[in-house]
């Protein structure tokens, strides 16, 4: 395994904090400019383009990584179909609030962008998680670009609402009302795979 240079990681960090930094203290996304993070983070900007490409890059990278460690926690017999309750959904909003001091600032402040495309590829990878608890086979692309698309959006918009509110419903409250918005949609599609699955084998 090959180890990551330390001097990549330190600057990559500093930049990642410098960046939180200023949008904790209230800086809008828009505000921002690779100099000021560059400078705050105590590197040139020539190391700030050599860690990230731009400053979308830079929250992209926070957010994936948040986003990751949620995933992460989520244990495989939450992934079992059908969804019939809200423990999966419960599991990841009570996960959320262990971070919402980084998070909330970024998602009120940040474009939305800028969680979807992160939030998408860390669904994917859950996706396959649920489809390998469950023995389904892959489903179609189409199928599962509107699945992770719908279930990034939702995802996103629901969070932005409970930190707007200031968290004032629980997290099983919120949990409950994406589930109404998302769990039997995802039922059907995920279930239609295991309907192809026992036709193609009778």
């Not at 050599?50 to 990278?61: I, K, M, N, T, Y």
């Not at 939305?112 to 489903?139: C, K, Q």
């Amino acid at each position: 395994m090959v180890r990551a240079d330390p001097r990549i990681e330190r600057s990559e960090s500093a930049i990642k904090r410098a960046l939180l930094a200023r949008i904790c203290r209230g800086s809008q996304f828009s505000a921002l400019t690779v100099s000021g993070i560059a400078g705050e983070a105590e590197v040139t900007r020539k190391t700030f383009y050599a860690r990230f490409g731009s400053l979308e890059q830079v929250v992209e990278d926070i957010v994936e990584g948040l986003f990751r460690e949620l995933a992460a926690g989520i244990d495989d017999d939450l992934l079992e179909l059908p969804f019939s309750d809200n423990s999966l959904a419960l599991a990841f909003f009570r996960a959320y609030e262990t971070h919402r001091d980084t998070l909330a600032p970024l998602l009120q402040r940040c474009p939305a962008a800028l969680f979807i495309e992160p939030m998408t590829r860390v669904s994917s990878e859950l996706l396959d998680r649920v489809l390998a608890v469950n023995g389904l086979p892959p489903i179609d692309d189409a199928e599962r670009a509107y699945l992770l698309g719908t279930t990034a959006s939702v995802t996103h918009g629901v969070l932005s609402v409970w930190v707007d509110r200031d968290y004032a419903e629980s997290p099983e409250q919120v949990a409950g009302f994406i589930d109404l918005l998302l769990a039997d949609g995802v039922n059907k599609v995920l279930t239609a795979g295991m309907h192809r699955r026992r036709t193609s084998c009778s």
